[in-house]
């Protein structure tokens, strides 16, 4: 939204579009190892019948404070390269609520789709953990991108609609500013929906984790027996015996 006209057909700046996708779905990937992140730590809280909900809501908090942050950081780098800082003032709303629906999305998919940590020398050794692997890297970030398409899309285009629709007005109230109308729909309208957005998906992901819980703990218990396992190579040496394990 920054460098990408969604109602438009030009692509301000494509480089660091492209980049800015990657660097989401990279960030995205983490997302799904919510409840899996610590499975020792996981496997006494569920094992000891500990609420998934609350487990959720703590990472939910320090993922939010990381995510902002990086976003943030991201656009003060694109202010001191680019030398211009003027579209700060519409955008600031928008970058805050970022991290809010991929972090609602990734509720579900940490629950649904958990990937224990495994360094990378034992998960290329580890072959038979690939599906789940590439199910954890690449559905939070489809899931994450059309939640955020649909929760920023949306409000882009019933601002536009608004906009629009108050240009028109023959006696236009001096409140309705194209800057009130803007920071309405993203302070108020926004947070709120991105919010309930959030409550469900916690919701919904303490209900799925409450009737998986056993599958959960057994899923993290096997991961970590599985890279006991494994042979104790080096990355290159794990890279390099790789032909040999996918016969």
Same mark, same amino acid.
């Given at each position: $939204? =920054?460098?990408?006209?969604?109602?438009?057909?030009?692509?301000?700046?494509? #480089?660091? *579009?492209?980049?800015?996708?990657?660097?989401?779905?990279?960030?995205?990937?983490?997302?799904?190892?919510? #409840?899996?992140?610590?499975?020792e730590?996981?496997? %006494? @809280? !569920?094992?000891?019948?500990?609420?998934?909900? %609350?487990?959720?809501?703590? /990472?939910?908090?320090? &993922?939010?404070?990381?995510?902002?942050?990086?976003?943030? +950081?991201?656009?003060? &780098? @694109?202010? *001191?390269?680019?030398?211009?800082?003027?579209?700060?003032?519409?955008?600031?709303?928008?970058?805050?609520?970022?991290? =809010?629906?991929?972090?609602?999305?990734?509720? !579900?998919?940490?629950? #649904?789709?958990?990937?224990?940590?495994? /360094?990378?020398?034992?998960r #290329?050794?580890?072959?038979?953990?690939?599906? /789940?692997?590439?199910?954890?890297?690449?559905?939070? $970030? +489809? *899931?994450?991108?059309?939640?955020?398409?649909a @929760?920023?899309?949306?409000?882009?285009?019933?601002?536009?609609?608004?906009?629009?629709?108050?240009?028109?007005?023959r006696?236009?109230?001096?409140?309705?500013?194209?800057?009130?109308?803007?920071?309405?729909?993203?302070?108020? +309208?926004?947070?709120? *929906?991105? =919010?309930?957005?959030?409550?469900?998906?916690?919701?919904?992901?303490?209900?799925?984790?409450?009737?998986?819980?056993?599958?959960?703990?057994?899923?993290?218990?096997?991961?970590?027996?599985?890279?006991?396992?494994?042979?104790?190579?080096?990355?290159?040496?794990?890279? %390099?015996?790789?032909p040999?394990? !996918?016969?």
């Open positions: $939204f =920054l460098y990408w006209d969604p109602f438009g057909v030009q692509v301000r700046d494509p #480089l660091t *579009l492209i980049v800015t996708i990657v660097l989401t779905a990279v960030a995205d990937a983490s997302l799904t190892n919510q #409840l899996a992140a610590e499975p730590w996981a496997i %006494r @809280v !569920l094992s000891a019948g500990g609420d998934p909900a %609350r487990m959720l809501r703590v /990472r939910n908090q320090v &993922l939010y404070v990381f995510e902002a942050g990086y976003a943030f +950081a991201v656009a003060g &780098l @694109v202010i *001191l390269v680019t030398k211009d800082h003027h579209w700060v003032k519409h955008n600031w709303p928008i970058i805050a609520e970022l991290p =809010l629906a991929p972090i609602a999305a990734g509720n !579900l998919a940490s629950v #649904l789709f958990p990937c224990p940590f495994m /360094r990378l020398r034992h #290329l050794q580890a072959t038979t953990t690939w599906p /789940r692997w590439g199910a954890y890297i690449g559905i939070p $970030f +489809a *899931l994450t991108s059309l939640g955020t398409l @929760v920023m899309a949306v409000p882009a285009w019933i601002e536009q609609r608004v906009e629009h629709s108050a240009a028109r007005m006696h236009r109230p001096d409140w309705l500013t194209s800057d009130n109308i803007h920071f309405t729909t993203w302070l108020i +309208a926004v947070p709120v *929906l991105n =919010l309930l957005i959030w409550a469900l998906a916690l919701k919904t992901a303490n209900t799925l984790a409450h009737l998986r819980r056993n599958h959960l703990v057994e899923l993290m218990r096997k991961h970590g027996e599985l890279a006991q396992s494994m042979e104790n190579l080096s990355l290159w040496g794990a890279v %390099r015996a790789l040999e394990n !996918l016969k």
